[in-house]
């Protein structure tokens, strides 16, 4: 009989997840496809745009990470074509048949009908935009210290982030340590304190999928940042002079985007039902409707779960549980045993404020302040793939405690 | 009386020792200027471009290094003209009057009179170059790795280095520890210790100031590297298909150039006497013959040492001992005290080639091998500014050494 062979589209958290539960059968081939040559751990993507941490320590090389495994190709590439029928996928350079696809493919931002607002205000979802956003963020007090005028560094020291998820909380609570603790001393003609950060929230509330208490305790605790939250606050304008907020146009020089994601826009190729948000809804067990030998999973995939029949959120453990269950599900089929049935548990939520302050919840436990920031810490270092990087994140962040001070803070010049 | 204000372009070796030694008077106004807000420490940029160390552990914030010197203002700037006789500077933003002006703006490469080469022969001599010439290398790979056509993978597993000094003897000995220690079973198609690496030098020896045994035994470590050294070789032309250097046409996708230093472009428009490599011909004080208060330092300086009245070399030493030189002379200058005269130490050369080997001689003395390697990495370690980075760059070397492994292999994508 020919080795199964099974290819991987994506190599982050459910990839990777799945590629390494279908090593443990020796039989099988495996492609790992992926437009990147290293896993990146996304959660902490925003502490390189907010010059905590270096790229290389939060992304490891796909090759280093399964080497060992013989049964493993990768292959650098985006796919452009998938084919059902014939069962074939086709990327920039290479055409590769499949017996089984799983498609991991993950997420991007979206600027709902406004690409426009794009060169303004940069998303967070690739090292190339966190560098990005580290340079416009620093430069942005370099402007001001330069300038005499006030209301230009006014313009200069306001920063909007647009978006109340945790990656909008996070890269505003940081905002708010930097001008708070990290630059105090290092500008002659402006106060990095006096910095103007505003958090815009189109919905009711921040961190929209934690509880009313929880939310507002990161309101309190983004307060004592310095950080000015406005909620039910819609966008409609974004320019290079600023951003229209509800009623009110905030001149501002930088503004980042953490809201409206959207699924990969390799689903609408497909040819099969996508929810609002672009993601492909599966069956129960992750397979694509009328497609069983493809599976979907993560942030790609809308997988109706609870009594409230929601689709699961976009976080990693809910990726890394289907990328296990998919994997495990081929394997059984392929060995003729019992075919299992995909169960989520859920492994709470947290999103971290800046210094000393987070908020998480875990079932009916709520905690907030350094009790969950701790916890918050443990549990990113815990995840961190490699020795190395969780040592040299570790001790990063034990250095920025002591020191305040934030080694990455390089204004790269663009070419 | 006005309290005199000294006016330093560059925060590299030269002008941050500048700095330094100025800031000892505490009746100075200091103000530094850099296109760049950090400290780069240039000598280990190669292990940026060959992945084994982050930008972030080799650049310090110049804002965080003179944070407690209240007389010291920093301005993020490039500077445009210079007028001498009326005393004052002007950048893209500002205009400033100095009493004392200090260049330090370092050198640049010149592809000689073909920069129609630049694109596909990138040098190093900045982060941005040194992650594309990262990129590029370990997209070669990739590429390589994709390809079933035998030629078309020896196109891409061909490197070339153009410029046989320390930094190309680097570049090229990274380039064979990589393919012959870190990436060896990485790929299924390739095999990374049959890459061809070719080191090609115009002149008749490789790393010309050392010793015509130093230069063998460099040229002998580099051949257990997989390094084949072509010297009297001139590159007539480069373009994407390979290079031509001597009358052979080598076919190779990544050319790296290290060859043809010239000095800053601004000190064109200074309207002084300059040599060929546009360096500005300084008095014996380092000062710009007719301009008393204008001093020139390190890479930007033509100045005469030793018995031969050869120009002294572009190394960190030579900068940091002239920047030193010139504050004293300021100082003493202003406090009626008796001026010192410049007096160059020679601190020795080095250059490491890959994995436990280098060659280095001081003075009379000549090493190489393992010895040379800890020497030249004792030196690197200690020259480096900031306690976090050392410890960070020791570890990293450590681990790279017992594990083989390059953590920074990151192909980050471009916009």
Redesign the interface.
Same mark, same amino acid.
């Given at each position: 009989m020919k080795t199964p062979h099974i290819v991987v589209i994506g190599g982050g958290f459910g990839g990777l997840a799945a590629v390494k539960a279908l090593v443990k059968s020796k039989n099988l081939r495996i492609t790992l496809i992926d437009? *990147?040559?290293?896993h990146l751990f996304q959660p902490l993507l925003y502490q390189v745009a907010m010059a905590g941490l270096? /790229? &290389? =320590?939060i &992304?490891? /090389?796909l #090759?280093?990470l399964l &080497?060992s495994h013989d049964q493993v !190709?990768i292959?650098?590439?985006e796919v452009k074509e998938i084919n059902k029928e014939e069962k074939w996928i086709q990327t920039d350079?290479?055409k590769i048949h499949f017996d089984y696809l799983i498609l991991a493919c993950g997420s991007t931002y979206t600027y709902f009908n406004s690409p426009q607002w794009e060169p303004f205000a940069p998303g967070l979802k690739? %090292?190339?935009q966190a560098t990005?956003i580290r340079r416009r963020v @620093? $430069?942005a007090f =370099?402007k001001a =210290? *330069?300038e005499t005028d006030k209301i230009k560094q006014e313009f200069y020291t306001t920063f909007v982030v647009v978006g109340g998820g945790p990656t909008g909380v996070e890269l505003a609570g940081t905002l708010g340590e930097i001008t708070r603790y990290s630059?105090l #001393?290092? @500008?002659?003609h402006i106060k990095p304190q006096q910095t103007k950060i505003i958090l815009i929230e189109a919905g009711p509330k921040i961190l929209p999928t934690m509880t009313e208490e929880l939310s507002r305790e990161a309101v309190r605790e983004l307060g004592e940042l310095g950080v000015e939250v406005r909620v039910n606050s819609k966008v409609s304008e974004i320019n290079e002079n600023g951003i229209k907020a509800g009623d009110e146009f905030i001149e501002s020089a930088t503004i980042l985007w953490a809201a409206g994601v959207a699924a990969n826009p390799l689903n609408k190729k497909l040819g099969v039902e996508l929810d609002r948000q672009g993601r492909i809804i599966v069956n129960r067990d992750l397979s694509v409707p009328g497609h069983s030998a493809i599976f979907v999973i993560g942030d790609q995939a809308h997988y109706e779960w609870g009594a409230e029949k929601k689709p699961l959120p976009g976080l990693a453990p809910v990726a890394m549980q289907q990328g296990r269950f998919v994997a495990k599900y081929i394997r059984n089929q392929l060995e003729g045993r019992k075919l299992p049935e995909f169960r989520y548990v859920d492994k709470g939520q947290m999103a971290t404020v800046g210094r000393s302050r987070a908020v998480a919840m875990y079932k009916d436990i709520e905690i907030h302040g350094f009790v969950a920031w701790m916890a918050w810490l443990f549990v990113h270092i815990y995840y961190l793939i490699?020795f190395?990087?969780r040592? @040299?994140v570790l @001790?990063q962040w034990a250095?920025m405690y002591l020191t305040n #001070? #934030?080694? &990455? *803070? $390089?204004? %790269? !010049?663009? =070419?």
């Open positions: 437009k *990147r040559n290293y270096s /790229p &290389a =320590e &992304a490891y /090389p #090759r280093s &080497a !190709e292959l650098l590439g350079t290479n690739n %090292i190339m990005e @620093f $430069l =370099e =210290e *330069r630059i #001393r290092d @500008f002659d490699g190395k990087n040592l @040299f @001790f250095w #001070r #934030r080694g &990455a *803070r $390089l204004i %790269i !010049e663009k =070419e």
